[in-house]
Each structure stands twice: as C-alpha cells, then as structure tokens.
C-alpha cells in the first residue's frame, strides 16, 4: 500500500507543512497552560485536540486511523 508520504520524499506539501506548524502551536499551547487550569475539563479538551490532529496527519500520510 502506497501512502501519501512516496509522494513527497523531501519537503511536505504547504498544506501538510501548515497543518504540523498548527499541531506544533497547539501543543505549546497545552504545554504552557498554567497549574491552576489543568482542569478535568482541560484534559478533556487537550485529549480532544491531540486526537483530532494525530488522525488528521495520519489521514495526510495514508493512513485510516479508522481501519
């Protein structure tokens, strides 16, 4: 099976090279949230967002993180 990364060997396409950037950003962001807003609600969030972007760039890469 063939995934989307033979297709790019060197530098990703812009818009894969985007959506890292913002995965990078939002990671930074869970890191630098402050003691008192680690909140259950906040980990929930967090969980939420890091789930969604790992299947997205595993969907950028051939992936079906649903199989």
Same mark, same amino acid.
């Given at each position: /099976?063939?995934?989307?990364?033979?297709?790019? @060997?060197?530098? @990703?396409?812009?818009?894969?090279?985007?959506?890292?950037?913002?995965?990078?950003? /939002?990671?930074?962001?869970?890191?630098?949230?402050?003691?008192?807003?680690?909140? @259950?609600?906040? #980990?929930?969030?967090? #969980?939420?967002?890091?789930? &969604?972007?790992?299947?997205?760039?595993?969907? /950028?890469?051939? &992936?079906? @993180?649903?199989?």
């Amino acid at each position: /099976m063939s995934s989307r990364s033979d297709a790019w @060997p060197g530098n @990703p396409p812009a818009d894969v090279e985007a959506f890292i950037l913002e995965t990078v950003d /939002m990671l930074h962001d869970l890191d630098d949230t402050s003691l008192h807003e680690l909140t @259950p609600l906040f #980990y929930e969030h967090g #969980y939420e967002q890091v789930a &969604h972007s790992l299947r997205e760039l595993l969907k /950028m890469l051939g &992936h079906d @993180p649903d199989a």
